[in-house]
Each structure stands twice: as C-alpha cells, then as structure tokens.
C-alpha cells in the first residue's frame, strides 16, 4: 500500500491491504468513526476435542472428560465464521483488507485499511453488510467498524496473556485478491520490533514468520486456543544492503492483543462517525438509510460482485460521488465522461435495495442480472416515480481482485414503480 521505515534499519515494506486502484505502491489516506454499547465478554471461539472413553479416567463415575488440544483445522474452522473480507473506497482510491468479529456488530481491522474510508463494506460467509469506522489508531495500526447486520454470534476473543517467544500462531484473512479464506501457521520470533510506517508514530509490534501477503491487513493471528494473539499489520519485504537491497525472509509485524483490548475498551460506546467527505455535504438522508442486499445466485462469485455494487450504492447514498466513481473501470469513465456529468442527476437519488438474481460469464469478465430499489425526488424519477424498481445487468470486470462495473444495461427497460 505505501513504503514503510522500520526502525533501527534501512527497510522498505508495504502494509498489506489489497489493492484495485491504488494501495500496493500506493500512499493511503485518511478516517472515520462508529459504535453503541456491546457484549462485555465476547464468547470465545476455542475448540476442544473430546477424549475417547479408553482416555478417560475410569476410576471414579462423573469424573469431567479430558479433553485433547484442537488442531489447526479445527480452529480455523470455529473462526471462519468471524474472518471478514473489507472493501473500502476513498475519494479517490480503493483497496481491500481482512478483519475479524469482536462483538456484536463489531469488526476489528488495521487502521491503515479503515483509515480515509468514503464508504466500506464488509463481506461474510453469508452476505454482505456496509460498515461505519467507529476508532482508528495509527500508534497501534488498529480501527473498529461497526456493521449495520450482524456477522455472527460467535465472536473471537482477544488473549489477555502474554504470548512466548517462539509460540505458533496462524493467520486467517483474504490475501492476494482471493475471495477464499486463506490460513497460513508460522511462530513468534519476536515479541517486540519498534516499526514505523511512512514517518508515522512507531508502533510496538511482535514478529512472526508466518506467511502474509497484501489484503492480510487486519485479519487475526491465533494461538493454538482459537483466541487472537494480534492483528496483522505490515511485512518487511526488502532490506537496503550495501550493494543492493535484499529480499527479507519471514518479517510479519503483529499488533499485540493487549493493545486491541485497550481500545475495544475505549471504543465500544462512541458514536458512529461520518466517512470521509470527498468535498460535498454528506447526505444524512441518504447515509442513515440502509441498503438491502438479498443474493439468490448462488454463483461462487456472486457475493464478491454485490459487495461492489454495495460500496458503489454507498457512496453515492452519502453524496460522495467521487468515491463511487472508483467501482468504474476505465472505459466507463471515458462513456461518462466526468465525476460531475454522471452525478449531476443523482442528488435526490438513494439505494435502497440490491438483488444479485444470476451471475453469467466466465473468468474476469461476468454479467450479474440485478433487481434494483431507487428512491428519488420525483422531479427526477421516470413518470414521476418517487420510487423505482429496475432491472440492470451489470456488466463486471475483476481488475486486481476486485469487480469493477464495465457496462450497465437495462434489459426489461424503464423502470416500474414500487
């Protein structure tokens, strides 16, 4: 996403959110916040395998199984659930993170994924939801968002114990553009690297060999419980020598539990925050409205496309239209035109519900047939409708991982009223 310092050597690194138009390379940008009262204790997700009776104590009826530590699969399985995929688009970037559930409408990323955000979106095992920043944190490389659906009721927990040098831990999230969660193990090989991201306030954070790639930001790192020991942060990619730089071998940078504790504290009671404005009025009418999002495809990618369209919705339910401009891929510009020539009739214009009914195509090249719910003033609704239903088939290309929109049709024609 953009070059970092680490302290104490000459290093360049990249902080790991996915990248669509700019985060790989790219310079990030800036915030936003929400969040109410929640649960106190989140329910962990540890897994425990019951003993076989032959390994159970047969002296005495009654006597509580044992129990054998879980295996790897088996907490990747109790956390899948809570590892959520993050779109988040800026008023002039987008990129995408990992996350994980805290509590009850409650997703825990890195600062630098939630940070600047116009509009985000959150994607789980059985839908999508739009999300608000409730706290960032730049001395922790830490943010919490809060969702408007729920995403499970089986929060992680963050560990309050000190973790051991040399102790396993796994990462879960959504590297390298895929919309498959992914898990990689790997161990602690440092418990404290001060690291400092493009000048900005060093960050006491743990190391870790453990696989990570862009679009890990933010996700959970797990000891052999199925609690969280951190949250994914950056990776040293190359090491300045004398000669020539040198690719670095294993350098994850984790942000300890014991500082997401802290925060979760702090933050479970603020409220929600606006996004970032992209220079327009935020519309309240438009933002405190949610959109609907029903997908009766059951196409693999049929999810990852309404997300897009979700975070597209968003902004321009906000009036950030500049930011809803980045779900456009570079041929639609050119059909559009500009920004202002494509939003000048949008001002009185909301989403208000998005149905993913088939996804058609292959590859990076798909066509979802979508039902779509506007509501607008009536100056500037078709027939004087204040409130329509349109049938649109969204053309989709996947650039970078992410599905931008190619072309829109309308197939049944004008819109019918509500």
Not at 183 to 204: A, K, N, Q
Not at 285 to 292: A, H, L, M
Not at 327 to 353: A, D, E, I, P
Request: charged letters at 15%.
């Amino acid at each position: 996403m953009s070059a970092v310092t680490v302290a104490r050597s000459v290093a360049i690194t990249t902080l790991l959110c996915g990248a669509l138009v700019a985060c790989s390379g790219a310079a990030p940008p800036p915030p936003g916040t929400p969040a109410n009262g929640l649960p106190t204790t989140p329910a962990p997700v540890t897994v425990t395998v019951t003993a076989t009776p032959s390994e159970q104590s047969s002296t005495t009826t009654g006597t509580p199984t044992t129990t054998a530590p879980a295996t790897w699969p088996q907490i990747a399985k109790g956390a899948k659930p809570a590892v959520v995929r993050i779109d988040v688009v800026t008023c002039d970037a987008r990129w995408m993170g990992s996350g994980f559930v805290v509590g009850k409408n409650l997703v825990m990323t890195a600062n630098h994924v939630a940070q600047g955000a116009s509009a985000i979106t959150v994607q789980y095992a059985d839908g999508v939801t739009r999300a608000r920043v409730v706290g960032l944190d730049p001395t922790t490389d830490s943010a919490l968002l809060r969702t408007e659906d729920p995403v499970t009721d089986q929060p992680l927990q963050l560990s309050t114990k000190v973790p051991d040098l040399g102790e396993s831990v796994a990462v879960l999230g959504f590297p390298l553009q895929t919309y498959e969660l992914r898990f990689t193990e790997g161990s602690l090989s440092g418990l404290h690297e001060p690291v400092t991201y493009d000048g900005g306030p060093e960050i006491d954070a743990m190391v870790t060999d453990t696989a990570i790639n862009g679009g890990n930001s933010g996700g959970p790192a797990l000891d052999d419980t199925g609690q969280v020991i951190g949250l994914v942060s950056g990776q040293l990619l190359w090491v300045a020598g004398r000669d020539t730089p040198a690719p670095a071998q294993g350098q994850g940078y984790i942000i300890p539990a014991a500082a997401l504790v802290k925060n979760l504290d702090r933050w479970r009671a603020q409220p929600d925050q606006p996004p970032t404005s992209c220079g327009n009025t935020l519309d309240a009418g438009g933002s405190e409205n949610p959109i609907t999002v029903d997908i009766p495809s059951d196409d693999p990618v049929a999810t990852d496309i309404a997300r897009s369209l979700l975070v597209h919705g968003e902004a321009i339910n906000t009036g950030n239209y500049e930011a809803a401009w980045q779900v456009f891929t570079s041929r639609m510009h050119q059909k559009l035109g500009t920004v202002r020539s494509w939003s000048s009739g949008l001002g009185t214009s909301y989403w208000r519900g998005i149905s993913v009914q088939k996804v058609s195509g292959t590859g990076d090249a798909r066509t979802a047939r979508t039902v779509l719910m506007t509501e607008q003033a009536s100056a500037n609704g078709h027939q004087g409708q204040t409130c329509s239903i349109w049938v649109l088939d969204y053309g989709m290309k996947r650039v970078d991982g992410g599905w931008l929109i190619n072309s829109v049709n309308s197939p049944a024609g004008a819109p019918k009223p509500c």
